[in-house]
């Protein structure tokens, strides 16, 4: 029996406020029908890894709670995603589906799929721009093509003006109509069968409403010293609202409307504001540059990549997995996200660098691990971040460009608290020693406790001669790519 009933296909939109397919379907006046329908099947090769399962069920029960508050209900599903949306329709003669646009290559081909099924069974589609600043084609270089260099995107992006204003969470949602079954959340088995998860647990709160507070203690607290403090990984100098935007608990549109008006009620805050805005602007560039090259998720932008030789992964890669290497601030940050499911940009560049570069091991072992252990894991952001590091990306570092994690250590967590509380094993050495441990005198790590290989490990690669090594290796490369 066909109703006017509408049914809302969430994503990644976890969320009510600034939700268009939710708001639309609610202002038509009719019953909606959300759901969520769980189909890793469907998102290719990178399916949510572990950490973002983890973060997915929380967020997903907090919908659910959010839901029932205003009257409704989050109907579970998994299996097929056409074939849930068919049963639900039929089951509750529901003729309309809406739903906010997919950012990822894979998911945009299965939705066309759907919806053009979908309009052959007779049912009406409606699908809502979200979950980014400007629409994929919107952004094009005076010849038409996609940017593949930040600065002059953003500068085009800014010139064509984003609308910033949220829309609101809709009043309220009519009961479910006809009391649709729903699978309990426990059935997507998203939760590790280990408890692993106690340190997310400390650090996270999924859910929209933990994202409005993140939001606004961004707003309060971080933006206004955003621009002084981003790259300190011994400070809470950066929003973490990562996982938020990933999983759609916020909208960039929400988070860059409430930078605007910071701006304008306080100039003070207004360097930190823009610096801030213009970081959301890279999850655009990344989310312009997947769209316009899919194959990047697996393959090297630069292809003259395709033939760099990249080094057997062995113990190294390991080593780098648990924060083993010998380089503090790179074991640190590796513990950091393999305990709370985050890692500081400024480290995650370091420890990148490290792996690409020093160790020359493929960027896409070390994405592949942070896909499984970040809590933000985002397939845009994290093949941007390692194709940049490993210098084979769009407006990439420089291949010749190797950071130097000792370097970086001292200029970016001068007294030492970031690695002192991540390492704690070398906790006790003064700050002259703590960023290169192994050079200090024997009497000094005597004196505090420190053996060199015993308690920690002494560093696993040479950092003058593995550069050298990799410059000759990228040389060769560059120059056999031009023949
Ligand atoms: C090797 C590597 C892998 C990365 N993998 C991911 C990933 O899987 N998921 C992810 O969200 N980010 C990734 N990043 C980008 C960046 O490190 C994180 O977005 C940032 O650390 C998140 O913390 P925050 O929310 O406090 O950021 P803030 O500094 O507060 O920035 C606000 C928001 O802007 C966006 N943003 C900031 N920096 C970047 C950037 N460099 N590229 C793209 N978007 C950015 C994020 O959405 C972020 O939440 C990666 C970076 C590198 C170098």
């Keep these: 029996m066909p109703t006017d009933a509408v049914i809302v ?176 959340l426990e059935a997507l088995a998203l939760r590790p069968a280990t408890a692993w998860d106690s340190g997310l647990r400390a650090a996270w709160r999924p859910g929209e409403a933990g994202a409005r507070t993140c939001l606004g203690e961004t707003l309060a607290e971080v933006a206004p010293a955003y621009a002084r403090l981003r790259d300190r990984p011994d400070r809470n100098g950066t929003s973490r609202l990562s996982p938020h935007l990933h999983f759609g608990e916020v909208s960039p549109r929400q988070v860059a409307a409430g930078l605007e008006a910071l701006r304008a009620e306080a100039p003070a805050a207004a360097p930190g504001a823009q610096a801030l805005l213009r970081q959301l602007g890279w999850r655009e560039f990344a989310l312009h540059l997947l769209h316009h090259f899919p194959e990047t998720g697996d393959s090297p932008l630069d292809r003259r990549y395709d033939r760099f030789p990249w080094r057997e992964t062995g113990p190294a890669l390991d080593a780098w997995q648990r924060g083993r290497t010998g380089f503090p601030l790179v074991d640190a940050g590796m513990r950091e996200l393999w305990t709370s499911g985050w890692m500081h940009n400024r480290v995650r560049m370091v420890a990148a660098s490290l792996l690409t570069k020093n160790l020359r091991i493929h960027w896409l072992e070390g994405a592949r691990w942070f896909w499984d252990t970040l809590v933000d894991a985002d397939l845009a952001n994290n093949t941007l971040g390692w194709q940049w590091t490993a210098g084979c990306g769009a407006d990439a570092a420089p291949f010749f460009r190797v950071i130097n994690p000792v370097r970086q250590s001292e200029r970016f967590d001068p007294e030492g608290a970031y690695i002192r509380h991540w390492v704690p094993e070398l906790a006790a050495l003064p700050n002259r020693w703590l960023h290169a441990p192994w050079t200090a005198p024997g009497a000094v790590l005597r004196e505090h406790g420190v053996v060199i290989g015993r308690d920690y490990p002494a560093p696993i690669v040479d950092l003058r001669a593995s550069r050298e090594e990799a410059l000759a290796a990228w040389r060769a490369t560059v120059q056999n790519a031009g023949r």
Excluded: M
Aim: proline share 11%; with cysteine.
């Design 9 to 184: 296909w969430l994503r990644r939109d976890l969320r009510l406020a600034d939700n268009p397919a939710l708001f639309h379907a609610a202002a038509t006046g009719a019953p909606v029908l959300p759901v969520y329908i769980h189909a890793p099947e469907e998102e290719g090769d990178w399916t949510t890894g572990a950490a973002g399962r983890w973060w997915l069920h929380h967020s997903l029960g907090a919908l659910a709670g959010a839901l029932q508050e205003c009257g409704s209900g989050l109907i579970l599903r998994s299996g097929e995603s056409l074939e849930a949306l068919l049963a639900l329709a039929r089951g509750s003669g529901a003729r309309a589906v809406y739903w906010n646009r997919a950012l990822e290559p894979a998911l945009g081909v299965r939705d066309s799929r759907v919806r053009h099924a979908l309009q052959g069974e007779g049912i009406e589609v409606r699908e809502y721009p979200a979950d980014r600043l400007f629409a994929p084609d919107a952004v094009r270089t005076r010849a038409g093509a996609p940017f593949r260099v930040f600065t002059p995107f953003w500068k085009a992006a800014l010139t064509s003006g984003p609308d910033l204003e949220p829309l609101p969470a809709p009043p309220i949602l009519p009961p479910l109509p006809g009391n649709p079954a729903t699978l309990p």
